[in-house]
């Protein structure tokens, strides 16, 4: 899958080295998306996420701006998508990444972590109910590790955490169902429009910093948000470093999708979240019982399942690669 040579933030590597391509993107990706979920947990602890729609509003304008800049020094083309179409990704991208932050007043790293990367469960749920397409069994089969990971891990988390509540779960499921439905919409745009992924990412995040804007204005957030940034050089630090370091990470992944396939790069990136659970509790300590061991351990034979279930040639892209 995939081919071409890889080029990321200005780097190039050739095609000819594809061990040195995959190292080259797996080291962005675990490297930039490390730093992005240290960062997402000191900002939970700054309580500056009780500011969702801000934090949401930082993100998408520096999106907006990175992508932008990257463009134009390219020399990209005119816009092929109409704004009506960026209007419906933009509102469920807002919803995905405001639900996401706002869950983190009600839920640990970890968990939170777990329930973002099942995101095959929506995405079955969404084909089953509103396109009508059957899935496969071992797709089933994956979807159902997933959910008893995630109850299993839920439920010994509301037994040691005492301040536990399951609004946060209501939440992130939320945010889950809008990544779902962003991925349908997409790929919808991508095949009648020929758009490119980095007009998506630039006019998506657009259009949903215009909505995001709007909602923080009307609700305070955005005149707490600021007062809280002028009172603290270090939240200023930790907001830019969330944003900067989370659009680098998804143009490494991005650049993975196009030279390897998405069933490697899901690998890669399930993996990356595994070690950002782990990097969690080694950083900011937190109670682990051996039920938690457990049900992570049934939530990654969930992963994995999902993994292959993906594509029945998974085997054969990492044999090409490592041959």
């Given at each position: ?13 050739p ?14 990706i675990f ?10 947990e ?6 500056i ?6 934090v ?31 209007m419906?990704i933009?509102?469920?991208q ?32 969404v ?13 089933y ?18 037994k040691?955490?005492p ?7 209501v ?9 779902a439905l ?13 758009t ?15 909505y995001v ?11 707490t ?5 002028l ?32 069933v490697?790069?899901?690998t ?9 659970i782990m990097l ?6 937190k ?5 938690y061991g ?8 969930g ?6 279930a993906?594509?029945?040639?998974a ?9």
């Amino acid at each position: 899958q995939g081919g071409g040579m890889v080029s990321v933030l200005g780097i190039t590597v050739p095609d000819e080295k594809p061990a040195l391509c995959f190292f080259f993107c797996t080291g962005g990706i675990f490297f930039f998306y490390l730093i992005h979920s240290y960062s997402l947990e000191w900002l939970k602890h700054a309580q500056i996420l009780h500011q969702g729609w801000f934090v949401t509003f930082v993100q998408c304008a520096s999106y907006t701006a990175m992508s932008a800049t990257d463009r134009l020094l390219r020399g990209a083309g005119p816009r092929k998508a109409t704004l009506q179409d960026y209007m419906k990704i933009g509102f469920l991208q807002v919803m995905t990444l405001s639900l996401t932050n706002f869950s983190t007043q009600y839920l640990n790293f970890p968990t939170q972590m777990l329930f973002k990367s099942s995101k095959l469960i929506p995405v079955i749920a969404v084909n089953e109910i509103y396109f009508r397409r059957r899935g496969k069994l071992d797709e089933y089969v994956a979807a159902l590790l997933l959910v008893a990971g995630l109850v299993l891990f839920t439920l010994e988390d509301s037994k040691v955490h005492p301040e536990f509540n399951y609004t946060g779960v209501v939440i992130v499921s939320g945010a889950l169902l809008a990544d779902a439905l962003i991925g349908s919409v997409q790929e919808e745009i991508l095949k009648n429009r020929g758009t490119s992924s980095d007009e998506m990412v630039l006019y998506s995040h657009m259009m949903g910093g215009l909505y995001v804007l709007i909602l923080a204005v009307a609700t305070g957030q955005m005149q707490t948000g600021v007062a809280k940034c002028l009172e603290s050089r270090e939240l200023v630090a930790y907001l830019v470093v969330y944003s900067v370091v989370g659009f680098f990470g998804i143009s490494f992944v991005m650049a993975m999708i196009r030279r390897f396939g998405c069933v490697i790069a899901v690998t890669v990136t399930s993996t990356r979240k595994a070690l950002s659970i782990m990097l969690s509790y080694l950083l900011y300590p937190k109670p682990f019982s051996s039920r938690y061991g457990f049900a992570m351990a049934v939530f990654s034979l969930g992963i994995a399942a999902d993994v292959v279930a993906k594509n029945h040639t998974a085997k054969m892209a990492w044999l090409r690669l490592l041959g």
